[in-house]
């Protein structure tokens, strides 16, 4: 009897583990690593015959990049003072769950490494070049919060993320495929670096009272919580503008009309911040960005699957 229930007891343990751990690489943001690999390789389909093998492989890499990043800022947020057992929106696994940071820092110079590996093998199928476009990409993770001027201290994170997990690896993607950039690869790279971007935004909307107090100036806290909500709104019709002027004035496939199924997640999101100024009140709201940019880069995706197929 008593073993039986030690193995229960065991199996929960271990379940609450890998609750932690999973946590801890904060899922909501992973979009902003798949999406963009997705559709860059997408955008190739109808230029080269896909490897899929260095897409997988450019896939994980993306995933464990972004997954790295996240677990440097729950450690030098934590190293400074600015996480505590009741901050919310963090993996929570040094203040909440016990774990101790340099276990923390060192699975995230692991998930680098692994990156680092995949790397090699994918300049090794493509262009070495791209290789210097990673490590930048890497140094760029790094340096959103450690160093000492982290990006998300400034201005300018929102343009970081957009720009290095959007047009960036959307870009690689379609390069290591094709072997070249092209004027569609750059412009339907154009919203989703957009919506990476927002992601952002809405994070530092969500943590601006607690980033004023400890001296960040993020766009959010420079401008205002409403102004910031009002920018967020604008980027999304812009957004999807874009699309739409792609289809009148380029003479894309109507089929891209498709990301138009995924409007009411904006629509949440910005009525989630509207009249908000509790962070967990603010969750759902940031939930909901980050699902725009799922739904729209899965169903452009699929869009122009469409028009190359039909």
């Not at 929960?12 to 902003?32: C, E, G, S, V």
């Not at 809405?202 to 993020?218: P, Q, V």
Request: charged share 15%; net charge positive.
């Amino acid at each position: 009897m008593q073993t039986e229930i030690q193995s229960k007891t065991t199996g929960i343990q271990n379940k609450k583990d890998w609750k932690i751990w999973w946590r801890l690489t904060r899922p909501h943001t992973l979009t902003a690593s798949f999406i963009p690999v997705i559709l860059g390789t997408v955008i190739a389909y109808p230029e080269t015959k896909i490897d899929y093998v260095l897409f997988l492989a450019m896939l994980i890499a993306s995933i464990l990049i972004q997954a790295s990043t996240n677990m440097f800022n729950e450690y030098y947020d934590h190293k400074r003072g600015l996480d505590n057992e009741n901050s919310v929106g963090i993996g929570g696994t040094i203040v909440r769950d016990g774990i101790q940071p340099k276990v923390i820092l060192n699975l995230a110079w692991t998930l680098v490494g692994l990156s680092v590996l995949l790397g090699i093998y994918i300049c090794s199928q493509s262009n070495w070049w791209v290789g210097l476009v990673g490590v930048i990409s890497i140094l760029i993770g790094y340096l959103y919060t450690g160093g000492p001027l982290p990006i998300s201290h400034t201005p300018f994170g929102e343009l970081a993320s957009g720009l290095f997990m959007g047009i960036n690896i959307i870009l690689i993607s379609f390069f290591i495929q094709t072997g070249e950039i092209t004027t569609t690869s750059i412009l339907l790279s154009i919203p989703i670096t957009i919506l990476i971007g927002l992601i952002n935004m809405s994070n530092n909307i969500r943590d601006l009272d607690g980033d004023k107090e400890f001296g960040r100036k993020t766009l959010p806290v420079l401008i205002g919580r409403n102004k910031s909500i009002i920018v967020l709104a604008i980027f999304f019709i812009i957004s999807y503008g874009w699309i739409l002027a792609l289809i009148i004035f380029k003479d894309f496939s109507p089929w891209l009309l498709l990301v138009f199924l995924s409007i009411p997640k904006p629509y949440l999101a910005v009525k989630g911040f509207i009249g908000k100024s509790v962070a967990v009140e603010m969750m759902p709201a940031m939930k909901a960005t980050a699902q725009t940019n799922t739904f729209f880069g899965l169903l452009l995706s699929i869009g122009l699957l469409l028009s190359y197929i039909l």
